[in-house]
């Protein structure tokens, strides 16, 4: 599959409200390409809220719930159930939320409808940070970056949001990053095919929050994998499985140094080389543990 061979039709219409270089808006406009028109979009507060334009006029051509910060997957249950009832099985329950939305203030709600198999795909688009309301760090915002709550840079790892879903042993998690669009338009379309709960995690660039130049964003993406920092994978019935762009960084010397990643984020201008060599050791320190979950079931003795 080649970019040009990805669906014509967009549900991503021209004119949102989003910055330039908008990684989030490049994620979500090849998601939907892959749902397609019968799909009902959940969203919470967030950047996406506004990026949609205002009522009665939205950039979005599918139906779309903006509903409370806490409450999408509650809201994503409610209305899987509701075309349950009516015996609609075509349509696709897709909540869109931050990784403010996911890991912190939704973490309740999305566990809970995941722990019930609720027939939906849950998105979190990372940003790595409260974008929306001016950049305040979140749990899933990387050790050592700057936020306007974090002004010398966080202290705490990022959570691992993906593996925290693998504990509710669903049949499908993946990660993504929007500069990789076939990949994350082929792991939708694999996610689409399966039921109950399914969570798919992009990294998504931002510049305003990550203090980049707004054409950097493909690239930054690129460098998130290609360090290592960012793992692509998925996770299927409980098998582990790296994607073809990771599994080549299982041999150490394919991995570009996290330094490159790092010196063009003004997030990360703060760093000491000593710092920048902790995050280059705690990349290897994971790579050692993704090494041995590949090609593994994780929920055998679970
Ligand atoms: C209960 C509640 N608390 C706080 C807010 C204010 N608020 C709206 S959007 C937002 C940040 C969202 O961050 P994230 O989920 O990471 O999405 P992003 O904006 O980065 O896409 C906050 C704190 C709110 N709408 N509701
Ligand atoms: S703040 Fe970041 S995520 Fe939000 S619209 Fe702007 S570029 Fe996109």
Redesign the pocket.
Known sequence: MSVMSLPKEEFMLAGTAACPGCG?TLALRHVLKALGSRTILVV??????VIQGIAPNSSFAVPTLNI???ASAAAASGIASGLDVKGVTDVNVAVW??????AD?GIQALSGAAERMTDMIYFC?D?E?????GI?R?SSTPAGAWTTTTPTGKREPKKDMPLIMAAHKIPYIATACSSYPIDLYSKVERAKKIKGTRYIHILSPCPTGWRYPSEKTVKIGRLAVETGLWPLYEIRDGRFTLSTQSKPLMDKSKRKPVKDYLEIQGRFSHLTAAEIENIQGMVSEMWDRLSLMDNRDLFQGW
């Open positions: 989030l919470p507060a967030g950047c996406t809220s409370a910060f806490a939320a931050g990784d403010g939305g996911t203030i688009c940003n940070s409260y974008m929306n309301t305040q979140s």
